[in-house]
């Protein structure tokens, strides 16, 4: 939208229309060059421009010449035009929004506009440079409104569309339903294929904020979507950089941090997994787990899907009936060692150490040695009771289903 430059902005600076066009020839003669000192300031000041794909860098780097090619136009027009500074963000794609925020490209702005001044006084006569230096503070002022209004423009229009987008893929997720529409459609929310991608599922709490979950998820470092499935609340979220590792542990302090935006009760965080095309792995655990998590109210408010694995299994989900058997069960009986027998003695005497050496007619520093190999082989051990009843749920289910 061209804005009418007001009366006061002084335009009062400008010379007569013969002056006028003579320094606007030498501007322009002299834009490519402040095109290019713009770009390798970018790269100087601001880190986030160095992470942008090439892609993205020529976008700013149109942007930031139009910025320029419009100064040259605006200072050659007579005092009366109106100025269209909104022009500028139109050579680039609207989904560049999504990739610099506004206060990056006020960054933007501001380093090309103190290239362009820099450049004035270097490369500018010096009868040119004090009306180029006055003009170029009252453009850069238009242009910064200018921002903040395709900035406000861009979320109103896509705010509803993305929640009808994100809602789409969350549900995709839940069901299974994984295609390359699904990464087609994450892809216009700014989202990696190859991150990794967790699925969390907890009650829907009463102020539903999912624009204030994505910014505190943001500032976590991660991407975020959101959207309600029955009467829980489901998210997915990923790291922004595509490198990064799948790490159960970090994902429970994820959502440590962006707990506030559930409801009360258990919030079950299902396995990491490579890209969005397996969150519904993640989702498919993380749904068993909230399902079950009422068997266990003493557990803690974050926790992991394989943390219900006894709810689950009783639950009757033969997912976490195999994990137990595969993970728990098969390698303590691959080890060999009297290991699962000392397990089974281990609970039936009370976690006695010496009532177990008694009942196995072994010393007492065996069966501790036997105890330390069975939470090394299988990642719990017999002397917590949480644990020792994963084991012997393990254990129960593996003699069911051996031959």
């Keep these: 939208m061209a804005v009418k430059a007001p009366a006061s902005a002084g335009r009062s600076f400008v010379p007569a229309a013969r002056?006028?066009?003579?320094i606007a020839k030498r501007l322009a003669a002299q834009a490519g060059r402040m095109s290019t000192a713009v770009v390798a300031e970018m790269e100087i000041r601001h880190p986030w421009y160095s992470d942008l794909s090439a892609e993205e860098r020529s976008w700013v780097s149109m942007v930031a010449n139009e910025g320029i090619n419009g100064f040259v136009d605006w200072f050659a027009d007579d005092a009366e035009s109106d100025l269209d500074p909104a022009r500028i963000f139109n050579v680039a794609p609207r989904s560049l929004t999504r990739k610099i925020n506004l206060h990056q490209t006020v960054d933007l702005i501001r380093t090309t506009i103190d290239v362009v001044e820099a450049q004035i006084g270097q490369l500018m006569p010096r009868g040119d440079r004090a009306v180029l230096q006055t003009?170029?503070?009252?453009?850069?002022?238009?242009?910064?409104?200018a921002a903040a209004e395709v900035y406000a423009r861009a979320a109103e229009s896509r705010g509803s569309w993305d929640e009808r987008i994100e809602a789409l893929i969350v549900d995709a997720?839940?069901?299974?339903d994984s295609n390359e529409d699904l990464l087609s459609r994450a892809s216009t929310l700014g989202w990696h294929s190859q991150a990794p991608v967790v699925v969390a599922i907890g009650a829907m709490s009463d102020d539903e904020d999912f624009g204030g979950l994505r910014k505190d998820a943001e500032r976590l470092g991660l991407v975020a979507m959101a959207a309600l499935h029955g009467d829980r609340l489901v998210v997915v979220l990923s790291p922004t950089s595509p490198d990064a590792e799948p790490d159960q542990q970090a994902s429970i302090g994820w959502l440590e941090s962006l707990a506030a935006h559930f409801g009360s009760g258990p919030i079950v965080v299902g396995p990491p997994v490579a890209g969005l095309m397996r969150a519904s792995e993640s989702a498919r655990a993380a749904l068993s787990g909230a399902r079950s998590a009422k068997a266990w109210p003493e557990g803690p408010r974050v926790l992991t899907a394989r943390d219900l694995l006894p709810e689950r299994a009783l639950a009757g989900n033969g997912q976490a009936r195999r994990e137990l058997v595969e993970s728990v069960y098969k390698p303590l009986l691959a080890a060999g060692g009297d290991l699962l027998e000392t397990c089974v003695s281990f609970g039936d005497q009370g976690g006695s150490v010496e009532a177990t050496a008694r009942a196995l007619f072994v010393h007492p520093n065996t069966v501790r040695y036997r105890l330390k190999r069975i939470a090394e082989v299988t990642g719990y051990s017999p002397s917590a009771?949480?644990?020792?009843?994963?084991?012997?749920?393990?254990?129960?289910?593996?003699?069911q289903h051996s031959n």
Excluded: M, N
């Design 173 to 176: 997720v839940v069901r299974a």
């Design 19 to 22: 002056t006028r066009s003579a």
């Design 135 to 145: 003009a170029i503070l009252h453009y850069s002022r238009e242009i910064a409104f």
């Design 385 to 399: 009771p949480r644990e020792a009843y994963v084991l012997r749920l393990a254990i129960t289910l593996g003699r």
